[in-house]
């Protein structure tokens, strides 16, 4: 009541009478400051985690935000024990498609996204780039919502010290006698950017194609970024697929491997582009969630145009609305260019399938 009456005071100081949604809002932010905690799942990453829990903490100070780093391999299968269990210990996950949908979707643990929402540019098509409803990854298009986008995804890295463009300037070069031994491809049946890039290459070039390759010019497949971005650096292997940012960028802030590039753009992936709405942040909230107002505050806050520009300039990242700038203009969406996700429920149900066909090629340790 007084969050209420203080809005009311204050709208109608400045001659503004209340919205709908500013009522609810603060009816809703009241609440929350009574439950007193938001429990969330998150990305990993030191940086990630000190923007998402630094930002809450400044934006809202009367509720704690418990937050846990942890990939969704391992934290959506703790998840469902519990809730086959009877317990509810969760309030907003932040993850990448799968296994989120795959797990989480089947045992209604989800709630819809749309009934969290207040704040009206949130759902407003004119907000995003290609509409609101594009950032949604389940093939429902209500549970699981990714506010990034991406244009021309990389499917890894050459180093140009070690490879020139005329023996690799297409993904038709891979199989030439120059590069045999000298790739490294992060392990495909593994849920990652590399097992999203396999699948697009298999698209453009065939998974016969692709099979011979794996199978006939001395690939080698690792689980370890570290070492790939290793021999990616010392020409050990000077083409690295599969490989994220991460690594790369952290070499490269040391002076090291200044000459390594993206393999990116139609002659590696063909078109439509890889791209669209997607990443290892995308939101969901649960069905039973132990504070459900600061599950609603959390989810307004973490779509809206303060948050995005902050974290995803923070982590150098770019979000699909149109009101945040890029935090990585090389790879920003391009407006009238043509995208398709690689990594929402339809393509992860592709990527699975080739995934269960490699494992039969006899390629994998």
């Known amino acids: 009541m007084i969050a209420l009456s203080l809005l009311a005071f204050v709208l109608a100081s400045s001659g503004h009478a209340a919205e709908p949604w500013e009522e609810t809002w ?3 932010l009241a609440a929350a400051k009574q439950e007193g905690t938001v429990v969330v799942s998150g990305p990993p990453g030191a940086l990630q985690r000190q923007v998402i829990t630094g930002k809450w903490a400044e934006d809202f100070p009367d509720i704690r935000l418990d937050y846990s780093g942890a990939r969704g391999t391992q934290l959506i299968a703790k998840v469902v024990r519990e809730r086959a269990s009877g317990l509810y ?3 907003v996950v932040l ?3 799968d296994p989120t949908v795959f797990s989480l979707v089947p045992i209604d643990a989800l709630a819809p996204l749309r009934d969290a929402l207040i704040k009206p540019d949130i759902a407003d098509d004119r907000t995003w780039i290609d509409g609101f409803a594009a950032g949604f990854m389940d093939k429902e298009k209500k549970f699981f919502y990714s506010a990034r986008g991406a244009g021309a995804q990389p499917i890894g890295y050459a180093n140009r ?4 463009p005329a023996v690799l300037g297409s993904i038709g070069d891979f199989k030439k006698p120059e590069l045999k031994g000298k790739i490294v491809w992060y392990d495909p049946t593994r849920p990652s950017t590399g097992s999203r890039g396999t699948w697009v ?3 453009r070039q065939g998974e016969d194609w692709l099979k011979d390759l794996f199978q006939n010019h001395g690939v080698t497949f690792s689980r370890d970024y570290r070492q790939m971005t290793d021999w990616l650096v010392h020409c050990v292997k000077p083409v690295a697929i599969g490989v994220p940012p991460d690594p790369v960028e952290q070499m490269q802030a040391a002076g090291i491997g200044k000459n390594i590039e993206t393999l990116q753009g139609k002659a590696y ?6 791209g669209a ?3 290892n942040e995308s939101i969901g909230w649960y069905t039973h969630a132990p504070h459900p107002n600061a599950a609603k505050i959390f989810v307004n806050w973490f779509l809206s145009k303060d948050l995005q520009e902050a974290y995803l300039r923070a982590v150098k990242n770019n979000s699909r609305r149109r009101d945040t700038p890029p935090g990585d203009p090389a790879h920003a969406m391009q407006p009238g260019t043509q995208y ?3 990594s929402n429920e339809d393509a992860t149900v592709h990527i699975k399938a080739l995934q269960a066909k490699i494992k039969q090629w006899g390629v994998l340790p």
């Open 26 to 28: 603060a009816k809703t």
């Open 89 to 91: 210990n969760w309030d």
């Open 95 to 97: 993850a990448s498609t």
């Open 161 to 164: 010290d070690c490879i020139s």
């Open 201 to 203: 290459i298999a698209l």
């Open 269 to 274: 992936t063909g078109e439509p582009l890889p």
């Open 277 to 279: 709405a997607g990443g």
């Open 340 to 342: 398709f996700s690689w």
